[in-house]
């Protein structure tokens, strides 16, 4: 069976509009998140991580749009339109489209919003990127909570390998928006300052938006620098609770271990780990508990929620695509926020932005519902 | 030539009338849909108190599943390795209307976190996998209609790459108390009813 390698792709977010500019501003320190006090945006004053609205509109403006697209709509047009250019592959009837998201267009629900409700189906919003590059293809929308966007990329690789295209684009992609906002904020689970994930110290998450975009192909043809193949995938429910993770991190746990399996690696071989890490003190928690009882308690891991809050339904292709810069710039990206470990199980946190060999890494994400994927790539290059 | 897969059993829930393999189990006159679920529930004898603090799309999807699955004699004693694909068109709308009617008055503002929850259309799949202790394959996908092929080709997926042994899968969609729907269907290496696209479509129409 032909590899399958996660290729060409983009980052739209509060800390640039390319993957390079982005993870530049991580390896410089910097963190997009800020304090938010802006009514029109949320009540109470939060903290954040928001893509520029005039940069937005501007970069989008360059794609000479014709109709009028809802603010998630043009981050994931602006996002997919550099990844199919940079790809240069033709829209056939062998390339697929997979679209990502918690919750799309619900700003639309908004009383001020120009768009109809019906904007907020998620196949309209599937309707909206596909017509607007003509993909031959219908898109496949995939709304799983928090694993959504790694898990596109592990359906995006089924899919090819099972023959049914040769290559996916996936545009995954949430906003924030007063419905997140006001719902996480019931659970008292908002932070009013940085996120700290995996700290002793940590005070809750923050909520960002970002638009990622990648290839995935089976075609050695098409291999950006940053290519990495997929070694392995598995996803697992917790099957304990729908809006607390496992104890015992076992959802977790399995995920990994038949991504494992399938990739006919040892955890030892591991080079390092993008954890989800949203600093609740159950996640990290659940994390480090599944983390050792898969042997990996000393491998290099970090959050980027330090840097981009949780983008929800984007994160786990954001931060994908972060970790295939890790292998290509062999760096290790220090995890933002971070300073004593409080969870009760060892983890090797990174402190310090660094270079170091890497050859192979492990993504991860959780989320409500219990769904829990895990994912290993491999440099292709 | 990858391998074929069957259908082994299947569960409708529209219009009133609840349904195991083309057999009417329940049927009533409610007018509604919250009735209608809690009487037909009542009438399979489940006892599982979780069920009254579910939203309507995890109401239908988790009757629908507990009566494929209890037909087939899976209980929670043994680990089963069932997958769930579900898919559906209006994702988690109806309850998302719901939080966004407590956000919308901010001097009568009151979210809450027991309704936000289900603002996510795969918290109905953490229902049934929760009951049956399922710690499976998992994956929620929103099309315009219903998408028979999709449905085919990913369950063979899971099946041929033995990321599970049988695969629940189908439509579940909450549109409103008048409009909804459950088509669910298991799919495993025994069964009667070829697992194609046709015979999909066939069943969904029944």
């Known amino acids: 069976m032909s590899k399958v390698h996660v290729s060409y792709n983009n980052i739209v977010s509060a800390l640039g509009f390319s993957t390079d500019e982005v993870v530049k501003n991580i390896a410089a320190g910097q963190s997009g998140l800020k304090v938010i006090d802006d009514k029109k945006i949320f009540q109470a004053p939060f903290c954040g991580a928001l893509v520029d609205t005039e940069k937005l509109q501007m970069a989008f403006d360059e794609l000479s749009p014709i109709y009028q697209y809802t603010r998630l709509e043009q981050m994931m047009i602006t996002s997919l339109s550099d990844v199919i250019k940079a790809s240069g592959i033709k829209l056939n009837d062998r390339v697929g489209l997979i679209i990502s998201s918690t919750k799309g267009n619900i700003d639309v629900f908004e009383k001020n919003n120009y768009f109809d409700n019906h904007r907020a189906y998620l196949s309209k919003l599937g309707n909206q990127i596909n017509a607007f590059f003509n993909f031959k293809n219908e898109a496949i929308v995939v709304s799983n909570a928090c694993v959504s966007g790694i898990l596109a990329v592990s359906i995006a690789k089924r899919y090819i390998e099972h023959g049914v295209y040769d290559h996916v684009f996936i545009t995954s992609g949430d906003i924030v928006s007063k419905f997140t906002l006001s719902g996480f904020h019931s659970f008292q689970a908002l932070s009013k300052a940085p996120c700290k994930p995996y700290d002793a110290n940590r005070i809750g998450i923050n909520i960002g938006e970002v638009a990622a975009s990648a290839l995935v192909t089976n075609s050695e043809a098409h291999l950006s620098e940053d290519a990495v193949t997929i070694l392995g995938d598995g996803s697992s429910n917790d099957a304990n609770h729908i809006s607390g993770p496992s104890r015992t991190g076992e959802g977790l746990y399995r995920s990994m271990k038949s991504a494992f399996k399938e990739a006919g690696i040892s955890s030892s071989e591991i080079d390092y780990i993008s954890a989800h890490g949203t600093a609740t003190l159950f996640n990290d928690e659940m994390e480090a508990i599944a983390f050792n009882r898969m042997g990996l308690s000393t491998v290099p891991l970090n959050s980027l929620k330090g840097y981009f809050g949780h983008t929800l339904g984007a994160s786990g292709l954001l931060e994908t695509i972060v970790g295939m810069q890790s292998l290509k710039n062999q760096t290790v990206y220090k995890s933002a926020g971070f300073e004593t470990l409080g969870v009760t199980q060892p983890l090797n946190i990174i402190e310090k932005t660094e270079e170091k060999p890497l050859q192979i890494f492990l993504k991860t994400a959780s989320g409500f519902g219990g769904c829990n994927t895990a994912v290993i790539f491999k440099k292709s290059k | ?206």
Not at chain 2, 2 to 20: A, P, V
Not at chain 2, 76 to 94: C, H, R
Not at chain 2, 103 to 108: A, G, L, T, V
């Open chain 2, 1 to 206: 030539m990858s391998q074929s897969y069957k259908i082994k059993s299947f569960c409708h829930i529209e219009d009133n009338k609840l349904s195991l393999n083309g057999q009417v189990l329940y049927a009533d006159g409610s007018d509604t849909f919250t009735e209608f679920i809690k009487a037909a529930y009542k009438s399979e004898n489940t006892k599982y108190s979780k069920f009254f603090k579910m939203d309507s799309l995890s109401k239908l999807a988790f009757l629908a599943a507990d009566v494929l699955l209890k037909n087939e004699n899976y209980t929670t004693d043994e680990e089963q390795d069932i997958a769930i694909v579900f898919s559906n068109k209006s994702s988690s709308l109806n309850t998302d209307k719901k939080h966004q009617s407590t956000i919308e008055d901010e001097s009568n503002y009151f979210p809450s976190p027991a309704v936000f929850v289900y603002t996510l259309p795969n918290i109905c799949i953490g229902e049934i996998s929760i009951k049956y202790k399922l710690n499976s394959e998992n994956s929620f996908f929103i099309f315009d209609r219903f998408n028979a092929l999709h449905l085919k080709t990913y369950s063979d997926i899971l099946l041929s790459k033995n990321k599970a042994k049988e695969v629940l899968c189908g439509w579940v969609d909450f549109e409103d108390e008048k409009d909804y729907k459950a088509f669910l269907y298991l799919v495993s290496s025994e069964g009667d009813i070829d697992n194609n696209e046709h015979k999909i479509n066939k069943l969904y129409n029944i």
